[in-house]
Every structure is written in structure tokens, then in C-alpha cells.
């Protein structure tokens, strides 16, 4: 697996593709609010994009996806638990904080630990509530890399004050479904820079 990082939109938000050095199929992780960088960085390194992974579902994360889909046919996974938030554009503050109301219908609705694959690559979901209700993580445990959205950052972990995050279940889920991986998973949050869980074991403030 090859990773790529475009940082999209006001918020800086990491947009990942995961490509499979074989056959060049492409996941896009989190694909924030511009489709056309994307598409035109498929194009020109000839990139077959497959699917999308949402971590969850604030604008700043999925105001691409309705282009991606209708362009390349897509298919779309997320979180059972986040199904309601990303129908809605109140609580995905896609409304508030765009002025669009943006909303997304998932192809692929996963449950928590259940593994996958796509684009010949495995991967297992990890339901990790408290940034939204329905938020989670992708691990692939060949490349022993984690793709964390908004619940794990370097030194950090999630906003809980918007609608639906409540902080005592963030840190309950970082410390339960994160922390137990092995130390030298590579952590590529939803923003900022990458981190490890054995740094974040060390060095994050809130899993004193």
C-alpha cells in the first residue's frame, strides 16, 4: 500500500489515498470539499479510484463525496452507527458551517470489528464514539496503519461539543480500541500530522 496525503478546505482537513501498488485501485479516505483535486491527481498519476471511507460524517470530511461517486462510481463505507448523522445537515454542521446541506447515503454500512476488503487490501473497522456518535477508525494490519479521522491526533484527540460528542465515551474509545493496538501502528489522523500509538501511549494528555 502506497499512502498519499492532499490537505482540502479551510479546516486543512487530511484527505488520504490508499493505493494498491499492483493494480493502481484507490481508496479515498475522508475526501473533505474538493473533488476536483482529487480527480485531477487520479488522472494524472492514473489512479483507479474504487471506494471511500468516511471516518464520519462533519461537512469538512465528506462535501466531495456526491461528486467522487457521480463521477467515478464509488462505493461509499462508513460506520452503521454514523447512518443518521450523515443524513442529516444539522448535524453533520454541513449547513452551519458551509451553507450547503449536504447529505450521504453509504453503499457499505459496516459494524464495529468487522473486516473487509477492498481494492485488494483488508481492513478492520473500529467503532470509535464520542467525536460523533458513529465515529471510527480503519486498520489495515498488514501495513500496521490506522486511519483515525477525528478521534485520534497527535497529542489530541477530538472535538465532543458538537452534536453528539461527549468526551468521557471519546477517550473510553481511544483507550479501548486504539491504545491496545500494537505501539508501532502509524496513526494518520483527520488533521495535522501523523503520529504513532506508542507516542500516543506516552505523550497524549487525556490518556492519563
Known amino acids: 500500500m502506497k499512502i498519499e496525503t492532499l490537505v482540502l478546505g479551510d479546516v486543512r482537513t487530511n484527505c488520504y489515498l490508499l493505493i494498491n501498488e499492483e493494480t493502481l485501485e484507490t481508496i479515498v479516505?475522508?475526501?473533505?470539499?474538493r473533488a476536483d483535486v482529487i480527480a485531477r491527481k487520479a488522472v494524472d498519476e492514473g489512479l483507479n479510484l474504487k471506494a471511500v471511507f468516511l471516518t464520519h460524517g462533519h461537512g469538512d470530511h465528506i462535501l466531495a463525496v456526491s461528486d467522487l461517486k457521480r463521477d467515478f462510481g464509488l462505493k461509499v463505507y462508513a460506520s452503521e452507527a454514523e447512518k443518521e448523522l450523515l443524513s442529516d445537515p444539522e448535524q453533520n454542521l454541513?449547513?452551519?458551517?458551509f451553507g450547503m446541506a449536504v447529505t450521504v447515503k453509504p453503499d457499505v454500512l459496516l459494524k464495529?470489528?468487522?473486516e473487509f476488503e477492498e481494492a485488494g487490501m483488508k481492513f478492520r473497522m473500529l467503532l470509535t464514539p464520542g467525536h460523533t456518535p458513529g465515529g471510527c477508525c480503519y486498520y489495515q494490519p498488514e501495513e500496521k496503519v490506522l486511519f483515525s479521522g477525528d478521534t485520534l491526533?497527535?497529542?489530541?484527540?477530538?472535538r465532543t461539543d458538537f452534536p453528539g460528542g461527549n468526551l468521557s465515551t471519546l477517550v473510553r474509545s481511544v483507550k479501548e480500541k486504539l491504545l491496545v493496538l500494537?505501539?508501532?501502528v502509524k496513526v494518520y489522523p483527520g488533521h495535522e500530522e501523523m503520529t504513532s500509538i506508542g507516542q500516543e501511549k506516552k505523550y497524549n494528555p487525556y490518556m492519563g
Not at 479516505?29 to 470539499?33: E, L, R, S
Not at 491526533?153 to 477530538?158: D, R, T, V
Open 153 to 158: 491526533f497527535s497529542g489530541s484527540i477530538g
Open 94 to 97: 454541513s449547513r452551519a458551517l
Open 182 to 184: 500494537p505501539e508501532d
Open 29 to 33: 479516505v475522508d475526501p473533505a470539499d
Open 112 to 114: 464495529d470489528g468487522q
